[in-house]
Nanobody, 130 residues
């Protein structure tokens, strides 16, 4: 099991930027793909970004493509989500998650589903005001 702790959320105006961090401890971080999801009140959980174990491959939904960037530092056991040009519809609680299988090939079709991930953080709130 891996423990995940998100940080970096907050209140920002539309058009602004935030950088989320997710620090991992426990099982070997560097061999697992990582993902970011978000959930707004009354809405279903939504996929935001994923990165493969090496950091060389990433995938995003169209709603954030070109605005959000996921990255990782395996030496620090940390994954990041840089969010630029934020919109009010980006508001929600953001969660990071760790894949359940080591060194799995990253695809949008697989890693956009929460079912691929075994461990989840407690989330960090992001609020974008208009």
């Amino acid at each position: 099991q891996v423990q995940l702790v998100e940080s970096g959320g907050g209140l920002v105006q539309a058009g602004g930027s935030l950088r989320l961090s997710c620090a991992a401890s426990g099982r070997q971080f560097s061999v697992y793909a990582m993902g970011w999801f978000r959930q707004a009140p009354g809405k279903e959980r939504e996929f935001v970004a994923a990165i493969n174990w090496s950091g060389r491959s990433t995938t995003y939904p169209d709603s954030v493509k070109g605005r959000f960037t996921i990255s990782r530092d395996n030496a620090k056991s940390t994954v990041y989500l840089q969010m630029n040009s934020l919109k009010p519809e980006d508001t929600g609680k953001y969660y990071c998650a760790a894949d359940s299988v080591p060194m799995r090939t990253l695809t949008y079709g697989s890693h956009s589903s929460g079912d691929m991930y075994r461990d989840w953080g407690q989330g960090t709130q992001v609020t974008v005001s208009s």
